[in-house]
């Protein structure tokens, strides 16, 4: 593509030179003859720049987007067809205007938007030691003009083309919008997540109505560069046409220019001292500062908070749809915040419009689901019937089984052009039966385990777990595969193109060469052991002890039969460090020295990289689970702080219910997805498994509020998107001409398996919003803190004041009694069904150690609690 673009004439002006400038934090380098940015440093890191400075000598031609440029659609208000003009486009030599004192460069750049029927103008300014973009658009003419769509480019460096892992992290950066109209912001972080972050904030009528992929730009999209966006402050224009009956974030406006009239339009580039400060720096620059608690994901049964901090008092506050949540104000903070309770009242995507003293509005993007149990239910549901695949003559070998689905068809997927998606194993493949099995790990259901078992009996452990010899411990890429001329006439659909690569033939479908399908297979073991070890007359063809020996042997098989990937973190990772507790917790001592030894020699290769997470992919947002994981259980402490600063740098914490907790995703729309293209994904797999280490990071320091609002959106994004009939998408579409979940289910699978292992219900007593819970509803009385559980399995609760970690392997914990003064706690458990379960298995973990009065730890360290349902007391040990 860069030696066809050479081939066409530079017309940005880089030979004619630039004029640099100092600011308080930031050097800036604008180039003489665009006046477009030619770089944005930090004032103490010449090295590092925010824009693709590498890149600017190959995008200097015409149509190639740069920091400085503005996109406009309008027309004449008695005509009916928008007209596009972009400063890219075409460029021209803009014209000078003289720089007042507080001017860095200001030019007339009508010149460059062709006939555009209006006068614009944009200056660089300095506003008290901070960079300011200022467009002035006139309208001198005589007809009063529709201004419909108005975007700014925003142009950083998060193009990764021929980078490395330590380049990358050293060179680029990760941006994310807050698209919540006069209280928006971008936010622009280096990938190591280490430093300051940039900050967009509007500055003068610059609400940030929508977010637009820069589609046209012509640097070319791949997994190393997800695209450019653009600041939209107007974006009526793009909704009557390219995105016209889709619901966007914001209600889209436009604005009227009358002859002689003219409107200025101003972003301001600040900076944050770290991620974790962003919000005290929107406070600082008085900018209108939201904070969810737990979010803006809003189970059905949850009593959640909001808390608004602005200088300005709450005018007005409106929902959208006006049935969708309930709203009432609960009084403010001690440092004035104010407070409000909300309940999410209608399923579905929901909308509050604030309204300030001052006329400035801001907007938050709100999901309502139903109770996370009532979500994980219909998922099993879906899952074991509309998904459950049963043909004995299927020729692949794949029933029966959970099979990929087609929720816009209505249809299983039995064929696709890749290969994986129809063949049970890859993430696409594996990822619907894996949901189907961790779902039985929160709540068992004796009716889908027994389809659960014909598969793993029938179809997993004979066919996707591949015989080599005398063992079955491989594990194939896809049973599916692309091979006529071994096959009957007419297997495979004349309406699919299989003339790619990614149709598989047989031998590369049997390739049991890629470490990243063992672990969907580690753990579909490992919930048979739990079924088989804690329950009654759920689980029995095998022993608990052969369904742990193969999750064991399925784990070693990773490493010794997939070495080449298995040098990197895998997604799901996570169950080996869990079977290896469990190994031990069964006194299984040489199994678990094994694993624990070939665990090491990975840790031991991670803690030589100065980012240990790379993978088959140039950049990826998965392996980090797992090297987080197992970096802390090593004491490589530093390896793991890495990795967490990596996933901070990814996984924001925005006023918005689809980016809030979103780890970064952009192509596996591509490899997992119906709607193949480019594009970040919302609550992707990587957002819950991506919580793992975020909560278990929080739960090592809970004075760390950050951290346990962006895990736990991350844990809650894996049941952001679920259906009301309980169809699990692979991740919801970023784009404005989509907003909508993909249509096929996918990878979704990998994801819930993080909600399954790590969903947990939170208490703490933040110094400034008072006590909280995630994850369930808190009642405060004059002396105890009472918080019923509302997370499917109810299984976890951590109790921040003490840093206790509670959890059941079987059993629930439906509510909590905190007592702060005497330290006392009680609990109000539950087996449920009795003659699955006549017990409560319960764990004690906590700095604060306590134990249950009046009950003895069993051989495996658990609290068998004996009645079905009775409230216990635990006594801190002295």
Known sequence: MWEEVKKRPATLGIDQGSNNFTLTQLQVGILKTSQTLASLKLKDDRFFDYTPDELLTKRDRDEFFHMGDINLSIRPVDELIWQNYSSAQKRQPVVSITATQNTLAAADITPTLGSIPLKVSRYWDNINGDLSLRFVIENNGKQSIEIGSLGIPMIFNNNMDGKNLDTAHTDNVFFDPYIGMEAGYLQVNRLHGKGPSLLVLPQENAAFEAYNPLNSDPTPRSITFEGFHEWMIHSKAHAE???????????????????????????????ASSIKQIEEELIRQQRPVAIGAPGYVIPQDNLAKLFLKYPEAVKSIKVYPAEALSIRPIGNTPNNWASYQIVGKTWGRARLTVTYADGLIQTI???????????????????????????????FKRSP???????????????????????????????SWLAAIMKQLLLPNPTEIEKIKRFTNETLFNNIQHKEGKDKYGVVKSLFYYEPDAMPQGTYSDTINWNVWSAWPKKEADNIGRSYNYPHVAAAHWVLYRLARNYNNLVSEESWETYLDRAYHTALAMVEKAPHYAQFGQMEGSIFLIILTDLKKEGLKESAEKLEAVMKERALHWSSLNYPFGSEMPWDSTGQEEVYLWSRYFGFDDKAQTTLNAILAYMPAIPHWGYNGSARRY?????????????????HYGSAL??????????RSPEDFYLLRVGHAGMLGALANVTEDGFGPAAFHSYPSTLTNDGISGDYGSGFYGYAVNSGTYIINHSEFGWLSFSGNLTKTSNAIQVDVTTASKARVFLAEEKLWL???????????????????????????????????????????YSVDGVQKDKQGSYRIDNTSRKIKLIQKK
């Open 365 to 395: 993007p709100y999901k309502v689901i139903k109770p996370e149990q009532d979500v994980v239910r219909d998922l099993g549901h879906f899952l074991t019937t509309k998904q459950w695949y049963e043909d004995p003559k299927d020729p």
């Open 401 to 431: 089984s959970i099979i990929t689905y087609d929720y816009e068809t209505q249809s299983q997927v039995t064929q696709e052009r890749r290969a994986w998606y129809a063949g049970l194993s890859d993430e696409a493949g594996a990822a």
């Open 690 to 699: 991506n919580a793992i280490p975020v909560l278990t990071e929080y739960r």
């Open 667 to 683: 192509w596996d729309f591509v490899y997992g997805g119906k709607l193949s293209r480019i594009e970040r994904q919302l609550h």
């Open 241 to 271: 046409t390219e995105w016209r009956g889709i619901e966007q974030w914001n209600e889209p406006t436009s604005t009227v220019l009358k002859p002689g009239e003219s409107k200025t339009y101003a972003l301001r580039f600040v900076l």
């Open 807 to 849: 959890t059941t392997d079987a059993g629930q914990i439906l509510a909590l009694q905190y007592y702060p003064h005497t330290k006392e706690i009680e609990l109000t458990l539950s087996s449920g069904a009795s003659d699955i379960v006549p017990y409560v298995l319960l764990n004690i973990e906590g700095e604060n150690t």
